[in-house]
């Protein structure tokens, strides 16, 4: 593992597509730098595809890369990462492919080559032994999830939603249910 005189970890990169940009960081402070993709496509609502970037790389032992959704995408055109965030182990040398889903109920959205089309962040990883016990430590959260410490008017328990507003056992209530009600 080599860094830059800026202490920047220093990644093998070969593009697989040679007019693909360089993924880069947009600004400075970014987590993420762009991927882009080399196939121009189009999604209709609904749909779902594996886009190229172009681009594999070599991180590592110790590293992964992850692939996560671009938020301006999401909120303007539903598009969705299908196993966001994907991940990219050390040792994988192939291109990476980012798997985007169409959302919108109405709309098709299209992809032109060279669109940015997602995120990639690498980050440290820790390698785990785990180590089997009959009992796990005691903590203040214990069992709790799904939803458990509340924070969205939709979630049913002491909300004040009736249990008829309820949706199957989840104890979550109708978003819209919720809304109307009030």
């Not at 991180?59 to 990219?88: I, K, Q």
């Amino acid at each position: 593992m080599s860094r830059t005189p800026s202490g920047e970890l220093n990644v093998l990169i070969r593009r697989v597509d040679p007019e693909v940009p360089l993924p880069e960081y947009a600004q400075p402070g970014d987590a993420g730098c762009d991927l882009r993709t080399t196939q121009a496509g189009e999604l209709a609502p609904g749909e779902r595809t594996v886009l190229p970037t172009g681009v594999s790389i070599a991180l590592p032992e110790g590293y992964a890369a992850f692939v996560h959704p671009r938020s301006g995408l999401a909120a303007r055109c539903g598009v969705a990462l299908v196993n966001a965030p994907g991940t990219v182990d050390a040792g994988y040398r192939g291109e990476i492919k980012v798997i985007v889903v169409n959302l919108d109920p109405r709309e098709s959205v299209r992809f032109e080559r060279f669109d940015r089309i997602a995120q990639l962040v690498v980050q440290q990883v820790e390698k785990v032994r785990f180590q089997e016990v009959a009992e796990l430590p005691v903590s203040a959260r214990a069992e709790g999830g799904f939803g458990s410490t509340g924070g969205h008017a939709a979630v049913g328990v002491g909300s004040g939603v009736s249990q008829g507003e309820q949706t199957g056992g989840n104890r979550y209530a109708s978003v819209v249910s919720d809304r109307e009600g009030q």
